[in-house]
């Protein structure tokens, strides 16, 4: 129902959705006051283990632009920041080899109390001066939201890989992967965009477990070590990208140096 009121206020907008074995895309008509549906049998099924990227993936069939913007539920843009829209999107016009630009987000959540503060500070920093220093070594990748991508990139690469716990990560990796095509991404910060975070341990321990085992899962499979074997990426992105992918596997290590700091 919250979709439909949403459809309704705001005419213009399509959703994509995926039901059963059906793939289609809606949108309201004001001139009839109906719900127009365009639907398509989904190849070979869904299967429902991780609809967020399936439905993604099901999303670039119906995509006719040349950039996309993708946001969470949880975003949020600012007036002021989406007048700089044209500016973002000359970067593609100015480097035809960018394929993706990565922007910060201030959370919105960060008021709620202490461990919101907390949430918020951690997530703010990840998008703000630790994807800049990624950025200037080569090695920023794509994380899944606040981020603008090129249409044709998503349709090259078979969109995203569902069957992966960070599909985003996974994503930027094949695009690092693509030898000989020089592709890059990179990370801009006069543009930004908000996001809520949790409000509770509870709530946020949901994000790290999901992080936790992304990180276990890119470190035994065979395209992280495909990328470390690559000449095509230098040994400082390599190094960045170790530590910023490590970030659970490494705690071991600070600890052993935190003693040696002091």
Not at 224 to 239: G, I, P, V
């Amino acid at each position: 129902n919250q979709i439909n009121d949403l459809l309704k206020q705001f005419p213009q907008l399509e959703v994509a959705y995926l039901t059963g074995n059906v793939s289609g895309l809606v949108r309201f008509d004001p001139a009839s006051q109906t719900f127009v549906k365009m639907e398509t049998p989904a190849f070979g099924g869904i299967h429902p283990f991780n609809y967020k990227p399936l439905n993604q993936n099901n999303m670039m069939n119906f995509s006719t632009g040349d950039i996309n913007l993708f946001l969470d539920a949880n975003n949020d843009i600012r007036f002021e920041d989406a007048l700089k829209f044209p500016r973002m999107l000359a970067e593609f016009n100015e480097d035809k080899q960018l394929m993706v630009v990565d922007v910060p987000e201030y959370i919105i959540t960060s008021n709620y109390g202490g461990i919101a503060e907390a949430h918020g500070f951690g997530d703010r920093t990840w998008t703000s001066f630790v994807m800049r220093v990624n950025a200037q070594v080569g090695a920023v990748g794509f994380y899944g939201h606040g981020a603008f991508f090129r249409t044709e990139l998503l349709k090259e690469f078979g969109t995203m890989p569902p069957d992966y716990v960070s599909e985003d990560i996974m994503l930027a990796i094949q695009i690092w992967l693509k030898e000989g095509r020089a592709y890059h991404i990179t990370h801009r910060e006069y543009v930004q965009v908000g996001k809520g975070r949790e409000v509770s341990v509870q709530g946020g321990s949901v994000p790290f477990q999901k992080f936790a085992a992304g990180g276990a899962e890119l470190s035994i499979g065979r395209q992280l070590t495909r990328l470390f074997a690559s000449n095509e990426f230098n040994w400082y992105q390599k190094l960045m990208l170790f530590f910023t992918l490590s970030f659970f596997t490494r705690k071991p290590l600070i600890l052993m140096a935190l003693p040696v700091y002091l």
